[in-house]
């Protein structure tokens, strides 16, 4: 069965889902920058700095993602971005970024971060309760489309950008927002190794997303 191009139309369930797991996401999001920025500006960076800074967090750009997507998807506004965010690849890839956003804060980061009252709360949620509200989103309200094994390729677009980025961005200002992508501790050979590594971890999740739809959605399609 071809993958399908039209809008998806949330139902009802859908809409409510949208609108309370999009009241987290943004919450979180929120809460994030409204404390991070003071914090970093008494480090030294300008205000100017430190948006740059947070926003040059993986996390922080996958959250924004799930954000503004379940916003469109709530307002149903008529225009390019609904017919975008609507579709089942475009879910599915966000849904894939969120995902690996709290494998590595679970796996990798939590040990290595310990932050503590609203700053605790705020990496609570967009590293582990957003990912799992937008997984859910995704198992029961996305699309019903069967999706192509290429595009778990196209999904490692972003993530290659954003190394990209990182690189340059750290190569000039000497900061990095993982440690595992820290060139001036690790060095470049180290540290290609280690976005190697994530890429395939993307590829590999992108495949068993693919795999899952394929029999979920399909079984949905027939029903």
């Not at 469109?72 to 969120?98: E, H, Q």
């Not at 796996?107 to 949620?125: C, M, N, Q, T, Y």
């Not at 595009?151 to 972003?158: A, M, R, Y």
Request: glycine share 6%; with cysteine.
């Amino acid at each position: 069965m071809e993958q399908s191009t039209s809008p998806h139309k949330p139902n009802k369930p859908a809409t409510i889902y949208a609108a309370a797991a999009g009241l987290v996401v943004w919450f979180a999001l929120i809460l994030q920058v409204s404390i991070s920025i003071p914090a970093y500006i008494q480090e030294g960076h300008t205000w100017a700095g430190a948006v740059i800074q947070i926003l040059s967090f993986f996390t922080i750009q996958s959250n924004l993602m799930v954000g503004v997507c379940l916003g469109v998807l709530l307002l149903k506004p008529s225009n390019a971005f609904y017919r975008f965010f609507s579709k089942g690849y475009v879910l599915s890839g966000i849904c894939l970024y969120i995902i690996v956003v709290g494998l590595v804060y679970n796996i990798i980061l939590r040990s290595l971060w310990h932050p503590e009252g609203l700053f605790k709360v705020a990496d609570e949620l967009l590293h582990s309760l957003n990912p799992l509200l937008f997984v859910i989103y995704w198992l029961i309200f996305a699309p019903p489309e069967k999706l192509k094994w290429m595009q778990s390729i196209n999904w490692l677009w972003f993530p290659f950008l954003y190394l990209v980025y990182t690189l340059i961005r750290g190569a000039i200002t000497q900061l990095y927002p993982y440690p595992f992508v820290n060139v001036v501790k690790l060095g470049y050979g180290h540290v290609l190794i280690n976005s190697l590594v994530l890429l395939v971890v993307f590829l590999g999740l992108g495949l068993l997303l693919v795999f899952i739809s394929r029999i979920i959605k399909t079984k949905q399609l027939s029903i």
